[in-house]
């Protein structure tokens, strides 16, 4: 009984230390010149925070906290910053990027001229490896690669891919097929597109969307990228979410130069990034609006804006949980939409919403990055300051 009663004790101090470790954030950002209560703000149960606080060489400080004002806990960076502002949007985008080199998914089973089933890549080369190189010839799209193949004549070739953060050779020798062509047995993709929505444009004309990164769907990976354009997008029709089912914005992108809304330069876990056109400025539904930190974001009713039927609403919603130090970016906080107007239209948030400004008290703290499969009603959403580069 001793035992059972240690280990239970056991494991709520381990449930509540991680509790409080995702409510007391690393890192908080305050507005230079302006008086804010920063112990106030992150005031919790059992935790207090000392009066003392070491300044950082970078002008920031740390602010001590322990658990019954015994046990040191952690050291909470506060940072000052100035005041910031961007444009709000929530239009619905069209999205293609190349990857830097081609993705292989997957290895196959080629049927030889002999009639036996052979796998020349397998073991060899891996899911979510990028080949770069083909012999001594560059390797930027399937392209470069199937003209490379078409002048295979039986002998190893040496792919040069890149796994990670490191390029590595690997050499492979092609099959014939029943056809009489020599095939590596691989499975390859250099491209993505789809449909979402626009966060932000900041006074500079850079611009952040979706609050989460682009993924491939055979391997899971994060797509590394070459470039990519940001299109205008018009919603043709909505598939309405459902327990069990989520929904989806179906759209039409015309992948046309005068359609092209700006250039896409990194896909990051916490969103993709650019510049938009500055002629194109004008085609964007933009609302600016101060940017909120995590901090200041409350419990209590919100508000989305989003695209759902060629023209941007604001949309009413609850945020009902906040993670300040989650280790997932995109799952920061909880929101639900009340709204009855986008309930009756999409059943809440579906696929195309990811990148919807959340907006609360006239300010933007984050936008919607995922949709609860059983619940489409609700998903998580990440803080603005994560994909703003303040965080």
């Known amino acids: 009984l001793l035992w059972c009663l240690g ?10 230390i991680r509790y409080l470790n995702l409510k007391i954030p690393d890192e908080i950002h305050v507005e230079k010149g302006k008086d804010q209560d920063v112990s106030a703000m992150l005031a919790r149960p059992f935790v207090t925070f000392e009066d003392t606080v070491p300044v950082s060489g970078d002008g920031a400080y740390f602010l001590p906290c322990r658990l019954f004002g015994l046990i040191p806990f952690k050291d909470v960076k506060v940072k000052n910053i100035t005041a910031k502002e961007v444009y709000a949007s929530g239009d619905a985008v069209g999205i293609y990027m190349q990857t830097k ?32 190189a083909f012999d001594q010839n560059r390797i930027q799209c399937k392209q470069d690669l199937l003209e490379d193949l078409a002048d295979l004549c039986g002998e190893s070739v040496t792919l040069k891919v890149r796994r990670g953060k490191e390029t590595i050779p690997l050499s492979l020798t092609p099959v014939k097929d029943e056809k009489g062509k020599y095939k590596l047995g691989i499975w390859v993709r250099d491209d993505t597109q789809g449909i979402g929505t626009l966060t932000y444009v900041d006074e500079n004309g850079g611009f952040g ?20 354009n940001l299109y ?14 989520p929904g ?15 250039e896409i330069s990194e896909n990051s876990k916490n969103g993709i990034f650019g510049t938009v056109d500055a002629d194109q ?16 974001l409350k419990i209590g009713p919100a508000s989305v804006l989003c695209c759902t039927d060629g023209e941007v ?50 300010k933007l703290f984050g936008a919607v990055t995922h949709v609860f499969v059983q619940d489409s009603t609700g998903g998580y959403g990440i803080f603005i300051e994560n994909m703003t580069g303040n965080a």
């Open 7 to 16: 280990l239970d004790l056991l494991a709520i101090g381990i449930l509540g």
């Open 101 to 132: 080199g081609v993705l292989i998914i997957d290895t196959g089973e080629i049927l030889s001229e002999s009639g036996e089933m052979e796998e020349p890549a397998r073991d060899i080369v891996k899911p979510g490896d990028y080949i770069v």
């Open 209 to 228: 969307a979706l609050g989460h990164g682009i993924s491939d769907v055979d391997t899971g990976e994060l797509l590394s990228i070459a470039d990519g």
């Open 232 to 245: 205008n997008a018009q919603i043709l029709g909505i598939r309405k979410g459902e327990k069990g089912n």
């Open 248 to 262: 989806e914005l179906s759209g039409l992108i015309r992948y046309e130069a005068d359609n092209i809304l700006g």
């Open 281 to 296: 400025v004008k085609n964007l539904d933009l609302k600016k609006i101060p940017v909120g930190y995590k901090q200041d």
């Open 313 to 362: 609403k604001e949309y009413a919603a609850e945020i009902t949980r906040i993670d300040m130090n989650h280790e997932d970016s995109n799952k920061s906080f909880v929101i639900q939409i009340t709204d009855k107007e986008l309930l009756e239209k999409t059943g809440g948030i579906v696929q195309g919403m990811s990148g919807s400004p959340v907006l609360q008290n006239g």
